[in-house]
Nanobody
Framework: QVYLVESGGGVVQAGESLRLSCRAS????????LGWYRQAPGTERELVAN???????NYAGSVKDRFTVSRDNARNTMYLQMNNLKPEDTARYFC????????WGKGTLVTVSS
């Protein structure tokens, strides 16, 4: 059984930072690509960043140069360091693994006030 558990969300002011974590179980973590997605109320879920098994990364244009995705294979954990947060970053953030189907965590809520 694949489990993805996100943590680290919270309420911050614009310009502050947060680090999200996604702990995975039930999969061979070091061999897989993982991604962070987010969804704000009334909008579609969108890709924020992903990281391959080799550590290659890809970012949405809106977060590039502010967010950094990383992984710790020894801890089966992926991270998202979010700096210089903006009110438009407010959303629920989800961890994703594309296996035989899409696997999702329940998400962690990030709220950025102006």
């Amino acid at each position: 059984q694949v489990y993805l558990v996100e943590s680290g969300g919270g309420v911050v002011q614009a310009g502050e930072s947060l680090r999200l974590s996604c702990r995975a179980s039930g999969i061979n973590f070091k061999l897989i690509q993982l991604g962070w997605y987010r969804q704000a109320p009334g909008t579609e879920r969108e890709l924020v960043a992903n990281i391959s098994s080799s550590g290659s990364t890809n970012y949405a244009g809106s977060v590039k140069d502010r967010f950094t995705v990383s992984r710790d294979n020894a801890r089966n954990t992926m991270y998202l360091q979010m700096n210089n947060l903006k009110p438009e970053d407010t959303a629920r953030y989800f961890c994703n693994f594309k296996g035989v189907r899409d696997f999702w965590g329940k998400g962690t809520l990030v709220t950025v006030s102006s």
